[in-house]
């Protein structure tokens, strides 16, 4: 599989808007499946794959791909293996492509996050060790 981040877009060949199907067609059945309902009575899709390593988020009535949560190591962003890549490194990253408002949270359970607005995209780090990226459509 193509593990390349497309900021705003999506990971490879796998975009946002993308319905279920579609997805499940290319990477095969979920190792875990879940369905969540939020107080609006609207339902989240969640897929699991490669032991939660990359975790997919389907949103609307024709659940259609809107979030990607990733741990996989050998994900790539700007040509650059990610999770090889520490907090300092990763903002100069970012900055070197465009991405130059940046937000950092400590979060109540330990971890830090450092977000993108523009790009819809969240680091997490823990003791400056990448930890999962969190981005949307």
């Known amino acids: 599989m193509d593990y390349s981040i497309n ?9 946002f808007g993308m319905p279920v199907e ?27 794959y490669d032991d939660g390593a ?8 024709n659940p259609m791909l809107e979030c990607i949560d990733l741990s ?25 492509n465009g991405y130059y408002e940046q937000d950092a949270d400590e979060e109540a359970w330990g971890e830090r996050r450092i977000s993108f607005g523009e790009g819809n995209i969240d680091f997490f780090f823990e003791d400056d060790e990448l930890l999962a990226v969190v981005y949307g459509s």
Not at 7 to 15: F, H, N, R, S
Not at 43 to 48: E, G, Q, S, V
Not at 72 to 91: N, S
């Open 7 to 15: 900021i705003k877009k999506g990971l490879g060949d796998i975009t």
């Open 22 to 48: 579609d997805v499940v067609a290319r990477l095969g059945e979920a190792e875990e499946v879940e369905c969540m309902e939020n107080a609006a009575d609207e339902t989240t899709t969640i897929l699991h």
């Open 54 to 61: 990359i975790t997919l988020f389907f949103e609307g009535e």
């Open 72 to 96: 996989e190591e050998d994900a790539t962003l700007f040509g650059e293996k990610i999770f090889d890549l520490g907090e300092k490194e990763i903002v100069q990253l970012m900055v070197k």
